[in-house]
């Protein structure tokens, strides 16, 4: 199982960036998908996911700048990430859960059985 991150880059404080998460193999609009990242020195933490259903969580650390989305048709998980903050800085993770896995309200790391390798995003001051 393989999952593909893409779109990560550097940008100023107030910026836009779109991540990117494609699955090598397999359909993921069947699977709960989730965004998380983490920052040098500290610990993984949850961004947002998006169940079988469609229904979405998003952690209140980006509530309002960021939004998850399936795009069923090009088979893509994609994190919409506006007015960026140098806090945001971090290697960005696309993650899901084996089929009939849902996605629970805690955005929780360990919960999660699929892990891409990553996209650096660098947000300056």
């Known amino acids: 199982v393989r ?5 990560g880059g550097s940008v100023q404080a107030g910026g836009s ?4 998460c494609t699955p090598s193999g397999w359909t993921l609009s069947s699977y709960c ?3 998380f990242r983490q920052a040098p020195g500290k610990e993984r933490e949850g961004v947002a ?9 998003v952690a ?3 509530r309002g ?8 048709k ?3 998980l994609n ?3 506006n007015n960026l903050e140098p806090e945001d800085t971090a290697m960005y993770y696309c993650a899901a859960k084996k089929y009939g896995r849902r996605c629970l309200a805690a955005l929780l790391p360990n919960d999660y059985d699929w892990w891409g390798q990553g996209t650096q995003v660098s947000v300056s001051s």
């Open 49 to 57: 996911s998006v169940n079988t259903d469609g229904t979405r969580v």
């Open 33 to 35: 998908v989730a965004w």
């Open 60 to 62: 209140e650390s980006v």
């Open 74 to 76: 090009n088979n893509t």
């Open 65 to 72: 700048r960021f939004a998850a989305s399936k795009d069923n």
């Open 79 to 81: 994190l919409q990430m």
């Open 17 to 20: 960036l779109t991540l990117s």
């Open 3 to 7: 999952l593909v991150e893409s779109g």
